[in-house]
């Protein structure tokens, strides 16, 4: 992503009725492109295409990956399917938060035909051929449109952004909880029914596969209240949202090895990229204001 290796996972589920998970970047696809092209996929072979969210460092490739694979189905949760339909909306609220930066890190998402797109809703199952499914799980939080997914096979649950953002290097896990649609108990709900799933390992989006599954979504959960409290925090002594971001930042900074005085400040930058700080807190803010409004 924006030249990146490592920022945004897809993951191809082999078998009879080939499935992409995430397609990442719209400028990611020719990328997703050759590796599936190595792995043995050519034009005709994929089976579907599912994306977690329709955020675009996910979804911003839909569009050129259909188009690259014209058999392909694809699928998401049913309050974003429109938006891949018709993404004027999306790339305007996109181009509203990221400005002038939004071409470089993400580029333009490509409408999908809509008669390609399957809308699941608050449980689905995707065929994966041979008897094997990957069920989806509504799990808002992060966003009002995402799904966790589950391998029937191999228990294998893909958690898109919904249990933060992972740096295999260093172990480190940082919440997600941009705006507009972060909720606090809705955020902390999917994680409790991603455990329920038992699933046998985790795949971020952001980045890899995990196998301490409990201890992780422990992790998850913690890093949602630890930023939802700094933030609290911040407000209550009265702070701005720039001040509060600075704060919240240095507050959280020694839980993360990877932002530490010995830590490789190139993963450091990948890390913050990945997870800034400034939109997790703006998130968080958007979302205290809502419940502060007085209704009525
Ligand atoms: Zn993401």
Redesign the pocket.
């Known amino acids: 992503m924006a030249g990146y290796a490592g920022i945004?996972a897809g993951y191809l589920i082999r078998g009879s009725r080939p499935c992409l998970v995430e397609t990442g970047t719209a400028a990611s696809a020719p990328v997703v492109r050759a590796a599936l092209a190595a792995l043995g996929v050519g034009a005709a072979d994929l089976a579907t295409v599912v994306v977690t969210?329709i955020?675009l460092?996910?979804a911003g490739g839909t569009g050129d990956i259909a188009a690259m694979y014209p058999g392909a189905e694809v699928v998401v949760h049913v309050k974003g399917a429109r938006h891949l339909a018709d993404p004027s909306r999306l790339m305007a609220g996109a181009r509203a938060v990221y400005g002038s930066a939004l071409d470089r890190l993400f580029g333009e998402l490509a409408p999908v035909p809509a008669d390609r797109i399957v809308a699941l809703d608050d449980v689905g199952s995707i065929d994966l051929g041979d008897g094997r499914r990957l069920d989806s799980h509504y799990s808002p939080g992060h966003a009002k449109h995402h799904v966790g997914l589950i391998d029937s096979a191999s228990g294998d649950l893909y958690v898109?952004?919904a249990a933060g953002?992972y740096i295999p290097e260093t172990g480190d896990l940082r919440p997600?909880t941009p705006p507009p649609d972060f909720d606090q108990e809705t955020a902390l709900a999917s994680l409790r029914r991603f455990a329920a799933l038992r699933p046998s390992r985790l795949l971020f989006?952001?980045y890899g596969p995990v196998t301490d599954v409990d201890a992780t979504l422990a992790r998850s959960a913690e890093e949602i209240d630890v930023w939802v409290s700094r933030t609290r925090e911040a407000r209550a002594a009265g702070m701005d949202l720039d001040h509060a971001v600075a704060m919240v930042r240095s507050r959280t900074l020694s839980r993360y090895a990877v932002l530490g005085p010995d830590a490789d400040p190139a993963l450091a930058a990948r890390f913050e990229r990945?997870t800034g700080p400034a939109l997790n807190v703006q998130g968080i803010w958007g979302w205290l204001d809502k419940l502060e409004t007085p209704v009525g």
Do not use: E, F, L, Q
């Open positions: 945004t969210h955020h460092d996910h898109g952004d953002v997600a989006s952001h990945m």
